[in-house]
């Protein structure tokens, strides 16, 4: 579909990218907690970063100490869907019983009397989402997030010079307002990402270096004004 002439028409409730004004980005990790989650947390909070997690459902409950633990460090939880089912093909009405009201119950039950973001944040999983399914979310006050940067960090972990690659990729596409795509979960077959606290390790001095702030992604919505449209699949 034409992502982009269709987010133009609905800038409140998608976020692809902050303001191009303020040297700021935002890390943001996916389809966690996973077993390389403990190690990530560790290296954020050794290079002093707050981080966005969008978090599956599943994952969450089987991980509810790491869950306690992304709030507790100062963490941004957003929902990535209960299962992390591809949406293409579901009702929208189901699709928001079974793959988003429950996981938004997860992260409300797990956040208790912290703060939260001023409107709970949606990534579709695998960026697949249909107009009424996006209206579906808008009309229950989520903002959708996308990304601007994506260095496809999923792509073959275990391939010579990963980690390189997959830094020299984010270094090499940043830009001010930038929504960096990234993934702490455990892969489809069951595989813990390992390489991303060595990624972030490397990519926080080097982001640094060029002067960049490190934000969570809903403190790029306020500088954004509203959403800007860049397409998230
Ligand atoms: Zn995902």
Known sequence: MDWHGFLQARPQAYLGRGAADRRVLALTFDDGPG????????????????ASFFCV???????????????DEGHELGN???????ARGIEAGQWMREEVEPTAEALAAAARDRPVAAAPLFRPAYGELD????????????????????PRDWLEPDAPGYVSCVVESV????????IVLLHDGDDESGGAR?????????????????GYGLVRAGELMAAAGAGRTTAIS
Do not use: C, K
């Open 194 to 210: 390992h390489g991303i606290v060595e990624i972030v390790r490397r990519l926080v001095p080097a982001l640094r270096n060029q």
């Open 57 to 71: 459902g599943a994952a969450m409950r089987a991980q509810p100490a790491f869950v306690q633990r992304l709030l």
């Open 35 to 50: 077993r390389a989650t403990p190690a990530l947390l560790d290296a954020l909070r050794e290079l002093d970063v707050r």
């Open 131 to 150: 107009a009424a399914q996006f209206d579906a979310l808008a009309a229950a006050g989520y903002v959708v997030v996308g990304w601007s940067v994506d």
């Open 80 to 86: 990535h869907s209960e299962r992390h089912a591809d």
């Open 171 to 178: 270094l090499a596409r940043i830009h001010p307002g930038a």
